[in-house]
């Protein structure tokens, strides 16, 4: 059995790739780490139920989830690899369909949990299995600052080494002493962000039921007993049960193993149209792994997702770049009670509905507050300035998409879809750049000149600092800037 890592997985792919396309099913709302991953062409399929959450803005309500599938040639298990009888199944059975198998049967819930608010006593955690789970401030991770507000909402957040996933509902009762209003949260906890997204209609009806019929926990008990993970006796870290033989035969039969990734509700096209020519300024922040708090009222759903959204933005595929580098690592919702978990951050996006965090400036570098992106770091308000550079990517992205759209509507291409452009668009952007840096440290003349920065599709003037920063965070410190290249 192999160890499952309990790292946030946006720097290196923890997830078994699964061996056949996902169906309308097993896409409904997904959340998969983009990093590091070079994706192909997938299929964008209309799923029911993953929308951001009624009454949410930023227009994200559209059901289409997308994926970004490698397709490639059937898989078989290398010469040499024996089957081991832990390998269930007929040997007629194909690889791909016992992968699928084993991807659905395994355990990954650590905890599931109910919180509701109290008139008295405000957040309060009341039930969980296991017993003995550290839960400490999740009644305030489960239930927003705020979601007062709003009727329903579900909040992506982290708790330790472990994600976390909330569905919050707020019910109007006949009720002196609850004031009127029933609000509870119905949550898990997993060991990956990117597999929570199964459980999400699950966690929806659940907290229907507890608002309905309070006490009643036998369906979420019957939950955890089938999807418990099991536990090293550490508690630290989860096992995985799937054949070694197996994930290696599937990750073998290709460079690239299989992509998984998928963006809820058509999010992240929405995220770019959201912030416009901005989002090249967020991406500049975040390939320079920048502390990064984004500021929203409730509901929290649509904010998560913009988290995730810029995490996105930093892909790179090129082995070993990236490697020394703080991770971009992705809190989702965070409040108060988190400033000790951040404080010892150096690299991160966050969301918050708290306005307090602004006044909070050793936490975050940058503060982003509707599409105001703001910094109180002087080194790092000069790339806040759009540059020629950034408009011309801005306006090929749209054209992109208009192309895209175009062929959508007129040849009925159903293969190609926003996500996947727009997540390619950044990865072979910041592939570029890095092919470039690599190739011109490895010449005689290790020196940037302007037409260097042209080939990296950057501004010779407009991005100098943004280059002088990126040296220095990835370790190009051996290259050499052209005195020819001044600040504009």
């Not at 070993?320 to 703080?326: K, N, R």
């Amino acid at each position: 059995m192999g160890e499952r890592s309990d790292r946030a997985p946006l720097l290196d792919w923890e997830e078994i790739p699964s061996a056949k396309k996902p169906t309308d099913a097993d896409s409904h709302g997904r959340l998969s780490s983009p990093s590091n991953s070079l994706g192909t062409s997938g299929s964008s399929t209309p799923v029911p139920g993953w929308s951001c959450g009624p009454g949410l803005s930023d227009g994200c309500g559209a059901p289409p989830a997308t994926s970004i599938t490698q397709s490639g040639a059937d898989v078989t298990l290398r010469p040499g690899v024996e089957k081991l009888p832990s390998d269930s199944g007929p040997e007629d059975v194909p690889l791909e369909d016992r992968m699928l198998a084993w991807e659905e049967e395994k355990d990954q819930i650590v905890s599931v949990f109910v919180v509701a608010f109290n008139t008295r006593t405000g957040n309060m955690l009341e039930w969980c299995l296991p017993k003995d789970m550290d839960l400490e401030g999740v009644e305030f991770k489960a239930i927003a600052s705020g979601s007062h507000r709003v009727t329903t909402d579900f909040i992506y957040f982290r708790k330790g080494s472990y994600f976390g996933l909330a569905c919050f509902a707020n019910m109007a009762v006949e009720s002196t002493a609850e004031r009127g209003a029933r609000m509870k949260s119905v949550g898990i906890l997993s060991p990956s962000y990117t597999l929570l997204y199964r459980y999400m209609s699950f966690l929806e009806h659940q907290v229907r039921v507890q608002l309905q019929s309070p006490g009643h926990y036998s369906p979420l008990e019957a939950f955890f007993e089938d999807k418990r993970a099991l536990l090293l006796s550490s508690g630290d870290n989860v096992v995985s049960v799937c054949p070694i033989h197996v994930w290696g035969a599937a990750i073998n039969h290709s460079m690239h193993p299989e992509m998984k990734i998928t963006h809820p509700a058509g999010c992240m096209s929405q995220f770019i149209r959201f912030f416009g020519e901005q989002i090249m300024v967020l991406w500049k922040l975040a390939l320079l792994r920048r502390r990064i708090l984004i500021f929203s009222p409730p509901p929290v759903g649509v904010v998560c997702y913009r988290v995730y959204c810029c995490c996105c933005l930093a892909n790179i595929s090129i082995p070993g770049v990236g490697a020394a580098v703080s991770e971009f690592r992705p809190f989702f919702y965070v409040n108060v009670a988190d400033i000790a978990a951040l404080e010892n951050e150096l690299s991160y996006v966050a969301c918050t509905t708290e306005k307090i965090f602004e006044e909070k400036r050793d936490l975050y570098d940058v503060y982003v507050d509707n599409q105001n992106v703001k910094t109180h770091r002087e080194g790092l308000k000069p790339l806040l300035r759009i540059s020629t550079a950034d408009r011309d990517k801005y306006r090929k992205l749209t054209e992109q998409r208009k192309m895209l759209l175009y062929s959508q509507e007129e040849n009925g291409d159903c293969v190609s879809s926003e996500e996947d452009l727009f997540i390619l668009f950044f990865l072979e952007q910041n592939n570029r750049i890095f092919q470039t840096l690599s190739e011109v440290s490895a010449s005689p003349d290790p020196t940037l000149t302007a037409e260097s920065m042209r080939a990296m599709g950057l501004d010779p003037h407009g991005d100098r600092l943004f280059l002088l920063h990126l040296l220095e965070i990835y370790g190009f410190d051996t290259l050499l800037v052209s005195d020819q290249l001044c600040c504009s």
